[in-house]
């Protein structure tokens, strides 16, 4: 390129253009546009500044000259201070010197930084006019010396060439490898390695014909050179001269290409990899837990022994390897690759093919020892700081090809395992239902039924109270709370059940001996259901449920922290055991438990049962027990998912359109719309119950009272009837029941809807009753007690309807005699708060015991103030 330059003064421009070069000095990687920007910056800034400081200067003496002339010239007044960046004279004068011959100084053709070199010709022999002046300790140096300065990229080449270009073409035209001058120049084998790095470099500049095959002789050359270095690192490995020879040949490979091979060959020689198998053999974990079973202790102590071994090799690691090379996170990669995948791999395939659950467990369990094997490991003085992040990566590396399989059988796993416990449960529940069906009718003789089936449906028809017995439900059964913890054992003992097992009749006993007509079985059998309400669903199979789906989601969270795609299929799969949690426990448990409950309720008949005498009325209140049993399940369940999934960060609260989310209300609005039907059914339940006891127990003389032999009516208590006190205490009873179980808005309909119930059922029964002024009082009494525990409800609608109805109870304590106060209070519509029309009143005024006394009074006072009633 040089004697290219020579031809003319456009080539030398196009040769000197320091583009060129920067070029070069790029193709090396040595050059920094950051500092070079940064030198040119400050070079303009001091170039400035002397200029202005020159100016300054030349502004000062003309000041002075001209005080000391005495005047000072209009012309020199006026003259501006300027800086002059190009001055086009002052150019031309500088190229006219440049170009005369006689004002030139003759230079030699290569400008400064390509003299003073050993150049050989095409024989092989030295031009004796240059030889080769660089300091050998310098040209060890040259490259990372150099420097990024614009407009002398050419200088600083200049730099390397000489140092470098000698040895390099050297290098090439050998024959073997103890012809290059390099190496009787350097005898040490790091200054050696050094050079031979800088050659590679600076060969990376060759563009010239012929650079592929100079290139093939340096890079054979280096290998040549690596090997023997490599020869005596493993030679000194062997011998463990740690301090001695393996440190400086390890120094030597970093020196010469970084020391991949010294990195390489340390950890393929390495006994660790060699004798892998005295780590444990994985068919421990199965062979030492007995049949069916899975010990992670095998595991556990070939975790602790790699962390042991890899602890030891730190040490090593630091005293071999320059702290510029990180051998331990290779070493560790490795390991991973060889040691750990073939070892959980092998257990993984030998746990599958035992049982799901193992596998499940084995999956789990190692995962956890592994990373715990990963937090145990030790940096070395090489290491990067997120050394742990890395080991982390590799053991999930090590992991992920198992997580697919893994996530979708303990998904799999978990429904088979919770659909199989509620088939059990159903299974149960439907053997104890035909075993006490069976029991009932096997005292029944169908011919004997025949033959009395006339005088069996006589004592039905006329006497349907006394003809059934009671069969079982005489005693309430006891619940005990359970114990709510998550160590609670897969099949709960029945002392400490809140829901009765099926089969476990201890609370209702069968009867010594079944029932010998087919209406007593069928009424045994009807109570029997009845009382099995409390029953169609058991909190120990949710939690059951739960305990599962926490064992899953427990094992199946850790994969998260994988990140990446495997995290977020995990993270899918927690919500998917979430999901099929709600849809087994709701769909196929509670849903269907419900029905049932609701199926048997239609069934219940208040006057096939004989004992009355109860608190409440007993389908209602297992049924209410059912609405506390799920009430208690929603619970736990909203725990779980707290907990579970939002604490664990597996799922949004916030995220109303995630699955986990949607089928939580989807679980938690079939619940409330069963909860209500039942209640419904309950409701008529309750009503036929309530409407029984007012035929059955008011007494005729409650509110007519018999005269005494002088002819008054002793009155010995104005409190409330039997009957009105019996009917408050049941529907408070139920309504009680409630309070705390169920959604606010639903206790309040339902209340509603028993008080609207209620008071249709008095007004119905005060219309069948025939009241004296006497026993008005007892009435009065019972619209108060009716009306208080109204009161108690805090519904604002159903009291003005009880207080109506308390109002409307004055019209029977009129005596005789004021006929026409009666009509008056019948004609009120005010009163009644708009409850009653008048034309409503006056039926009730009908069952007045003097009513044709004052039929005519009450109906002429009526007609007299225009009020139409009839």
């Known amino acids: 390129m040089f004697r290219f330059a020579r031809t003319s003064k456009r080539m030398q421009e196009m040769v000197y253009d320091d583009t060129r070069w920067i070029q070069r000095m790029k193709s090396m990687g040595c050059w920094n546009e950051m500092e070079a920007r940064q030198r040119f910056e400050e070079a303009m800034r001091k170039k400035m500044e002397a200029q202005r400081a020159k100016e300054a200067e030349e502004a000062r003496r003309f000041k002075l000259n001209g005080a000391v002339n005495g005047h000072v010239g209009v012309g020199d007044s006026e003259r501006k201070i300027s800086v002059t960046l190009f001055d086009a004279g002052l150019e031309e004068e500088m190229q006219r010197k440049s170009l005369d011959p006689k004002v030139r100084p003759r230079a030699p053709t290569l400008d400064k930084g390509f003299d003073d070199m050993t150049l050989s010709s095409p024989s092989g022999k030295t031009t004796p006019s240059r030889t080769y002046r660089v300091d050998p300790n310098v040209a060890l140096k040259v490259i990372s010396q150099a420097r990024s300065i614009r407009g002398m990229a050419r200088q600083e080449y200049g730099k390397i060439y000489g140092a470098l270009a000698p040895f390099y073409f050297d290098l090439a035209r050998s024959r073997s490898h103890t012809d290059p001058v390099l190496f009787r120049t350097y005898r040490d084998p790091e200054q050696q390695a050094q050079m031979l790095s800088q050659l590679k470099v600076f060969a ?35 011998t463990k001269d740690l ?12 020196t010469l290409n970084g020391g991949a091979a ?20 994985p068919a421990d974990c199965l062979r030492h837990a007995g049949a069916g079973q899975l010990s992670l202790q095998p595991s556990h102590d070939f975790f602790r022994g790699l962390a042991i071994a890899l602890h030891e090799e730190s040490g090593v690691i630091d005293r071999v390897f320059p702290p510029s090379v990180d051998v331990l996170l290779p070493f560790v990669d490795r390991v991973g690759e060889d040691i750990i995948s073939e070892y959980i791999t092998s257990v993984f395939d030998e746990a599958h093919d035992v049982s799901i659950e193992v596998y499940l467990k084995a999956v789990a369990g190692l995962y956890e020892q592994a990373l715990q094997f990963a937090i145990s490991l030790q940096a070395t003085k090489a290491s990067k700081p997120n050394f742990q992040e890395e080991v982390m990566r590799i053991i999930s590396r090590c992991l992920e090809p198992h997580v697919d399989l893994y996530l979708q059988e303990e998904l ?11 088939e059990a449960w159903e299974k149960r529940l439907t053997e104890e239902e035909q075993s006490t069906e069976t029991f009932f009718m096997s005292g029944v003789s169908r011919q004997a039924a025949k033959k009395d089936f006339l005088s069996s449906f006589k004592k039905v028809v006329m006497m349907p109270v006394n003809v059934l017995p009671t069969i079982g439900g005489s005693s309430k059964p006891t619940s005990v709370a359970p114990g709510i913890n998550g160590d609670m054992p897969s099949t709960p003992s029945r002392s400490s059940t809140s829901t009765p097992i099926p089969g476990d009749r201890s609370a209702s006993p069968r009867p010594a001996e079944a029932p010998t007509t087919e209406l007593a079985a069928k009424a045994a059998i009807m109570n029997s259901r009845l009382e099995g309400i409390r029953s169609l669903f058991s909190i120990e199979v949710a939690l059951n449920l739960i305990h599962t789906a926490k064992a899953s989601l427990e094992r199946a969270a850790r994969f998260v922290r994988l990140g990446g795609q495997s995290g977020e299929e995990a993270k899918e799969q927690c919500e998917n055991i979430f ?36 608190q409440g009325v007993e389908p209602l209140v297992a049924f209410l027990e059912l609405v506390n049993v799920g009430d208690l399940i929603q619970q736990m369940v909203e725990v779980f998912y707290l907990q579970e999934l939002v604490a664990a960060d597996l799922t949004d609260r916030d995220d109303f359109l995630s699955p986990a989310c949607k089928e939580k209300k989807k679980f938690e609005q079939m619940l409330d719309e069963r909860v209500a039907a039942g209640l419904n059914k309950g409701i008529d339940v309750l009503m036929d119950e309530v409407e029984y006891l007012c035929g059955s127990t008011q007494l005729p003389t409650d509110f007519n009272p018999a005269a005494g032999p002088d002819g008054t009516v002793q009155m010995f208590d104005v409190g409330p009837t039997h009957t009105a006190k019996k ?14 179980s169920t959604d606010k808005n639903v206790l309040d ?6 008080g609207l119930r209620l008071f249709t059922a008095l007004c119905k029964h005060l219309k069948r009753q025939r009241i004296s002024v006497d026993g008005a009082i007892k009435l009065i009494s019972d619209m108060n007690a009716y009306n208080a525990y109204i009161a108690s409800l805090r519904n604002k609608s159903l009291t003005q309807y009880f207080s109506a109805l308390r109002e409307l109870s004055q019209i029977y304590l009129i005596a005789p005699d004021h006929a026409k106060d009666i009509a008056t209070i019948i004609a009120d519509s005010d009163r009644y708060h708009g409850i009653f029309r008048a034309e409503e009143v006056y039926e009730f005024a009908e069952r007045r015991a003097d009513w044709f006394q004052v039929k005519r009074e009450v109906e002429k006072q009526m007609y007299g103030v225009g009020c139409d009633v009839m």
Do not use: C
Request: proline share 2%; glycine share 8%.
């Open 243 to 254: 301090d001695g020879r393996m440190k400086k040949y390890a120094h030597v490979l970093v």
């Open 579 to 614: 999901l099929a949690l709600l849809q087994i426990l709701g769909g196929r448990h509670i849903k269907p438990g419900f029905d049932k409950a609701v199926n048997h309720l239609s069934e219940y008949r208040p006057r096939e049962v004989e004992d009355h005498s109860k």
């Open 262 to 281: 010294g990195v390489d060959s340390f950890i393929h020689n390495h006994p660790l990899m060699l004798d892998k198998e005295k780590l444990g053999n």
């Open 412 to 422: 799999d796993f978990f429904k088979r395992h919770s659909a199989s416990e509620v």
């Open 727 to 740: 009917v408050v205490d049941i529907m408070s009873s139920h309504t009680s029941m409630l309070v705390g």
């Open 204 to 238: 990376k500049s060759d563009s010239a014909q012929g650079w592929n095959q100079r290139e093939q002789k340096l890079d054979t050359m280096v290998g040549i050179f690596e090997n023997a270095v490599l020869h005596e690192f493993e030679q000194g490995y062997e």
């Open 749 to 754: 309909v339902f209340n509603q809807e028993v």
